[in-house]
Antibody, heavy 117, light 108 residues
C-alpha cells in the first residue's frame, strides 16, 4: 500500500526556518513526481511546490518562491520542504502528495506548521 | 498563471438530491482537470481525473464532464457521507497544479 508520512511541523517564530519531511513507501518513489499542498486554518487548498522524479526540476507558488526549497532524496524515499523566512500567513497544514499522470492520487495525513511569536 | 474559479462557494442540499458544481479555468486546459473531496480534518481524496475518469474505488454516483475552460462535477444522488468540500484542480501547467477555492456542500 502507498504510504506518505509527513513530519517536521511545529511552532516557529516569524522569520524562522523549518524543514518538513515526507517519508514514502509502497510505490516506485524515484519515478514519481511529488508535491506539497497547504491549507491555512478554515481556508482552501493551496498548491505550494512540486518536483519531478529525478529532482532536477522544481516549481513554486509565487507566495513561497525564494523562501521555500523542495528537494528529495531518492535513496531514502523522502521528500523535503525547507521553509525559510517564515511568515504568519505560512501557518497551515502541509500535505505531501504523490503525482501520477497529471493527478495527485495519494496524500499524506498532513503536518501542522504554526508561525507565531 | 491559470486561475480556477468554482461556483457556488457553498451549497445546501438534501440526501437523495442531484447536485452539480462548476469550475471555470482562466484559459483552456483541455481535459486536464481533477476533482477532490475533503472531509473536515482529513486529507483530500481524488474523485475524478482527466475531467471525467472515475478514480478507482469512487462510487459511480460521482461524475465529471467538460473540456476547455468549463467543467462540472455531478453527484447523482447525495448520500450522507458526501457532505464535504469539493475542489477542482488544473493539471495543464507542468507540475504546477493549482486549485479552485472550493465548494462546501452542506446538509439542508
Amino acid at each position: 500500500d502507498v504510504q506518505l508520512l509527513e513530519s517536521g511541523g511545529g511552532l516557529v517564530q516569524p522569520g524562522g526556518s523549518l524543514r518538513l519531511s515526507c517519508a514514502a513507501s509502497g510505490f516506485t518513489f524515484t519515478t514519481s513526481a511529488m508535491n506539497w499542498v497547504r491549507q491555512a486554518p478554515g481556508k482552501g487548498l493551496e498548491w505550494v511546490s512540486a518536483v519531478n522524479g529525478g529532482g532536477g526540476s522544481a516549481y513554486y507558488a509565487h507566495s513561497v518562491k525564494g523562501r521555500f526549497t523542495i528537494s528529495r532524496d531518492n535513496s531514502k524515499n523522502t521528500l523535503y520542504l525547507q521553509m525559510n523566512s517564515l511568515r504568519a500567513e505560512d501557518t497551515a497544514i502541509y500535505y505531501c502528495g504523490k503525482i501520477d499522470t497529471y493527478r495527485v492520487d495519494y496524500w499524506g495525513q498532513g503536518t501542522l506548521v504554526t508561525v507565531s511569536p | 498563471d491559470i486561475q480556477m474559479t468554482q461556483s457556488p462557494s457553498s451549497l445546501s442540499a438534501s440526501v437523495g438530491d442531484r447536485v452539480s458544481i462548476t469550475c471555470r479555468a482562466s484559459q483552456s486546459i483541455s481535459r486536464y482537470l481533477n476533482w477532490y473531496q475533503q472531509i473536515p480534518g482529513k486529507a483530500p481524496k481524488l474523485l475524478i481525473y482527466a475531467a471525467s475518469s472515475l478514480q478507482s474505488g469512487v462510487p459511480s454516483r460521482f461524475s465529471g464532464s467538460g473540456s476547455g475552460t468549463d467543467f462540472t462535477l455531478t453527484i447523482s444522488s447525495l448520500q450522507p457521507e458526501d457532505f464535504a468540500t469539493y475542489y477542482c484542480q488544473q493539471s495543464y501547467s507542468t507540475l504546477m497544479y493549482t486549485f479552485g477555492q472550493g465548494t462546501k456542500l452542506e446538509i439542508k
